[in-house]
T-cell receptor, first 112, second 116 residues
Framework: KNQVEQSPQSLIILEGKNCTLQ??????????LRWYKQDTGRGPVSLTI?????NTKSNGRYTATLDADTKQSSLHITASQLSDSASYIC???????????FGPGTRLSVLP | NAGVTQTPKFQVLKTGQSMTLQCAQD?????MSWYRQDPGMGLRLIHY???????DQGEVPNGYNVSRSTTEDFPLRLLSAAPSQTSVYFC???????????????FGPGTRLLVL
């Protein structure tokens, strides 16, 4: 069964610190992997999209990595800000293009 | 551009009532979809459309109907609401089939539905 797992479920860090969120998936065949940021009460917003051949992709202070061999991805947030407090969702698309498998998300809280 | 808009933002229904959740986009996107988001679970696909006049079922279609008469609008109808349909519903759109190509999906702000 196609699945996306994320860890940790929740995370609390202090403003200015770095953190890394993990994503493991079993989706096959694989097309691409996406990270979304979802603020409370809002819809998800795309951060990065990576295909099989891409190992790293950055978007400002967000850097996503992908290891297609081990089927793992991570999202690293540098110099966290209060506005980074949100849920971060890992999504994997299968090769047929119409099936997205969403992870449950990691809830990040950045405290002053 | 307004992007993806959804109405209403919040709705309370009684079991057995019907209603339509509205979704519209002004980006001329071909691909539109509906998801539900429940606590502790990832978003799950209800229905999707690859263009006007074409719709298909997603992972959890039971109890929901959709139609796509125009490129801009993709309403979701609850035929007979049940407490199990209490959820947050998100509409999303992208220029084309968003999985095979690196197309960004744009999500609406969501509709919170409570079925009593």
């Amino acid at each position: 069964k196609n699945q996306v797992e994320q860890s940790p479920q929740s995370l609390i860090i202090l403003e200015g610190k770095n953190c890394t969120l993990q994503c493991n998936y079993t989706v096959s065949p694989f097309s691409n992997l996406r990270w979304y940021k979802q603020d409370t009460g809002r819809g998800p917003v795309s951060l990065t999209i990576m295909t099989f051949s891409e190992n790293t992709k950055s978007n400002g202070r967000y850097t996503a990595t992908l290891d297609a061999d081990t089927k793992q991805s991570s999202l690293h947030i540098t110099a966290s800000q209060l506005s980074d407090s949100a849920s971060y969702i890992c999504v994997v698309a299968d090769n047929y293009g119409q099936n997205f498998v969403f992870g449950p998300g990691t809830r990040l809280s950045v405290l002053p | 551009n307004a992007g993806v808009t959804q109405t209403p933002k919040f709705q309370v229904l009684k079991t057995g009532q019907s209603m339509t959740l509205q979704c519209a986009q002004d980006m001329n996107h071909e691909y539109m979809s509906w998801y539900r988001q429940d606590p502790g679970m990832g978003l799950r696909l209800i229905h999707y459309s690859v263009g006007a006049g074409i719709t298909d079922q997603g992972e959890v279609p039971n109890g929901y109907n959709v139609s796509r008469s125009t490129t801009e609008d993709f309403p979701l109808r609850l035929l007979s609401a049940a407490p199990s349909q209490t959820s947050v519903y998100f509409c999303a759109s992208s220029y084309s089939v968003a999985g095979a190509i690196q197309e960004t999906q744009y999500f609406g702000p969501g509709t919170r539905l409570l079925v009593l």
